[in-house]
């Protein structure tokens, strides 16, 4: 058996994250068993599915690095398949065709409500003679549920899970408008996409002993499912807004690497011993599903900031500095010519020392494109008093005789310099920082004032000492 997993999102919104972990555990574990990995499009829902969101989705799988196998399947262009079956099933006695009105069935409900049973539909057309139908009327087709016995569902995260066969009801997979319903449709699509297994949030458990029915009828075997549990906040709620990011596209935009934010979500339900930080290529070798937990993940993003700053200083700095010029671009009175993007180069590796996110790496260069004269923050600001301009004063001569102009010859310039003036390194450093960067924080100052350049230095110190 080749195993074949998919990944089937509905095009009505953004890629949240908690389906984002689940393609990436589709896509790990049809890897770990050399198998293949596909993706469905669900967008029958034509009001809700937009072009947008399908986009969002190809672009967030592809940041993410998972590539399906074959090319990804529209639901959308199955529907007379799904229709084919369902009338199969008619055919053979599985199912009906229900005539109810929506007024009868709201009737149902609430009779059943009054005698504190479960609010569903009552079998009324399951086995009346077809003659009785109004001519013309227009129906559903429901598909015949068992009416004794029980379900078991051997799921391969939660384990045995059964459920009483009454208390389902005639699941409806034709709708009157001849529309397949998402349950039929997808049973019918995994079952023509050899899909061995699948893997989907927990929260839809309760459709698989639905969607098992359907499988039964037609005589087609059950995949192996495993319900994977759902990822909260830091506070146990379902994650939302308050939360802070909650899709890829919030995370790639917040300064997250995709490398950092899979090896987050990988660990976010599933263990390998004390493994933290994982290629790729470790991932695929080692995941299975019998290291995911039952219980659901709580997202917690000062770990995840944490790893990603990891991440970060062992990234490739051509790759760090065309993220941040591109961060850069709509930035006021920030450059982002070949001069700048030399600048930012030339200093990310000190840069990316500190910095946890893309969107902190991309603030810390940002003084590497101002034009002098520009604003000083305040502490900057207490670094340019007279003492601090003096010293500036004897810097600007230091600086102008410095050969060659590179970091390690900077360094001893200053810290003669320092020593002639009975000074601390600091004493100097500062001042020149404030003067070069407008506060009191960067690399260290003898890359920063090689990544700016002599003829820039030079002017950043002289705008400082002529400021106020």
């Known amino acids: 058996m080749t195993v074949r997993t998919r990944f089937a999102p509905s095009p009505t919104g953004l890629l949240h994250i908690g389906n984002a972990r689940a393609a990436l555990f589709n896509f790990l574990f049809a890897r770990h068993h050399g198998g293949e990995f596909l993706l469905r499009i669900e967008d029958t829902d034509k009001e809700r599915s937009t072009q947008q969101a399908v986009d969002v989705i190809f672009d967030g799988l592809a940041w993410m690095g998972i590539t399906p196998d074959e090319t990804p399947v529209f639901q959308s262009t199955r529907q007379a398949r799904h229709t084919e079956v369902a009338q199969e099933l008619l055919a053979k006695g599985l199912a009906y065709r229900c005539y109810c009105t929506a007024e009868e069935l709201a009737a149902m409900r609430e009779e059943a409500k009054a005698n504190n049973l479960p609010p569903r539909y009552n079998g009324y057309w399951r086995d009346r003679d077809p003659a009785e139908a109004p001519e013309g009327a227009p129906y559903a087709v429901r598909l015949k549920a068992p009416r004794d016995g029980e379900t078991v569902i051997h799921d391969l995260v939660q384990g045995d899970v059964t459920v009483a066969n009454t208390e389902m009801d005639d699941l409806i997979i034709l709708r009157s408008d001849g ?195 520009f604003d000083y923050d305040a502490k900057a600001l207490k670094q340019l008093d007279n003492a601090g301009k003096a010293t500036l004063r004897g810097v600007a001569e230091a600086m102008a005789l410095v050969e060659p102009f590179e970091a390690s010859q900077i360094d001893s310039a200053l810290r003669a310099f320092a020593e002639e003036h009975a000074l601390k390194l600091g004493q100097v450093a500062q001042p020149l920082r404030a003067a070069l960067t407008g506060s009191t924080v960067s690399p260290g100052i003898d890359l920063t004032i090689q990544a700016l350049g002599r003829d820039e230095a030079l002017a950043r110190i002289g705008a400082a000492i002529a400021h106020g």
């Open 179 to 373: 529309t397949p319903t998402y349950l039929h449709a997808v049973v019918v699509d995994d079952h023509d996409m050899a899909i061995t297994h699948v893997m989907r949030g927990d929260d839809h458990l309760t459709n698989t002993f639905r969607q098992a029915m359907i499988y039964r009828a037609m005589g087609w075997d059950l995949p192996h499912f495993a319900h994977l549990p759902l990822i909260h906040g830091p506070d146990g709620a379902k994650l939302s807004k308050r939360h802070g990011a909650q899709s890829v596209v919030d995370f790639r935009d917040a300064g997250y690497l995709p490398e950092a934010l899979c090896n987050y979500l990988l660990r976010l339900g599933w263990g390998h011993g004390d493994a933290e930080i994982l290629s790729r290529d470790e991932q695929i070798r080692l995941f299975d599903l019998d290291g995911v937990g039952r219980s659901p993940s709580r997202m917690d993003y000062v770990k995840l900031a944490h790893l990603n700053g990891v991440y970060m200083r062992e990234a490739d700095d051509v790759r760090l500095t065309d993220d941040v010029m591109k961060r850069l671009e709509n930035r006021a009175g920030v450059a982002t010519d070949d001069t700048v993007r030399q600048r930012v180069l030339t200093l990310m590796p000190g840069l990316k020392e500190r910095a946890k996110l893309l969107t902190e790496l991309a603030d810390s260069a940002a003084f590497l494109g101002r034009h002098v004269p």
